[in-house]
């Protein structure tokens, strides 16, 4: 039973308009909540991320706003670039056994149309 | 921040062999995680290694299906065992960014197993 579930396997942008990608959670106890950016043939890296206690978080393109009430949360890129263009991922995290350890959603491929 | 390589990058694998894949990192850390990303799916997470003790596996995963050692806090290798063709998937190596809470985590570029 999937925690995390991003529903939208694929996402298509003009350059220069906002991206939007979604993002479910069913557990109510998970503490962060975060977004991983993956390029073919590389591993995913650490994009922004968002307390349970906040609903926004802004890093400069992107921001991230929580909505817990309906366990949802979404990434917005604006601008959207061609650089853009990759897999992302959604992960919530909870502490467990000396860590916080993350649970990923599958992805949404975007892809940025110059 | 943290560098993590990974061997093999990608690898071809007959059935019923084992493959280990290395992990070295370019810092001291407690904690590294092994992660497995079938095609079409999520991250998951395989089991959490830390050096001198035995790695914990997560629900679906068993140490003589995925031996896992930590020898130092650099180093760590993932053995896939026995594989078939359901093992053909994407094996990560991650450490913690050492930033407190949150979960955010470095990653290698991932062992592209393919198990014909």
């Known amino acids: 039973d999937q925690q995390v579930k991003q529903n939208s396997p694929s996402l298509s942008v003009q350059e220069g308009r906002i991206s939007i990608l979604n993002c479910d959670y069913t557990?109510?106890?998970?503490?962060?909540f975060l977004w991983y950016k993956k390029y073919p043939a590389e591993g995913p890296t650490f994009l922004i991320s968002i307390s349970s206690i906040k609903d926004k978080n802004e890093d400069g393109r992107f921001t991230v706003f929580l909505n817990k009430s309906a366990k949802h949360l979404s990434l917005h890129i604006v601008p959207s670039q061609p650089g853009d263009s990759a897999v992302y991922f959604c992960a919530a995290s909870r502490f467990s056994g000396g860590s916080y350890i993350p649970t990923f959603g599958r992805g949404t491929s975007l892809i940025v149309h110059p | 921040s943290a560098v993590i390589s990974q061997k093999p990058s990608r690898d071809i694998c007959q059935r019923g062999t084992s493959l280990t894949i290395q992990c070295q990192v370019d810092?001291?850390?407690?904690?590294m995680f092994w992660y497995r990303q079938q095609p079409g799916q999520s991250l998951t997470l395989i089991a959490t290694a830390n050096q001198g003790s035995e790695a914990t596996y997560e629900s679906g995963f068993v140490i003589d299906k995925f031996p896992i050692s930590r020898p130092n806090l650099t180093f760590s290798t993932l053995t896939v065992s026995n594989m078939s063709p359901e093992d053909s998937s994407i094996y990560l190596c991650s450490v913690a960014t050492g930033r407190k809470g949150s979960g955010e985590l470095f990653f290698g570029e991932g062992s592209r197993l393919t198990v014909l």
């Open positions: 557990n109510s106890m998970f503490d962060y």
């Open positions: 810092s001291q850390v407690t904690m």
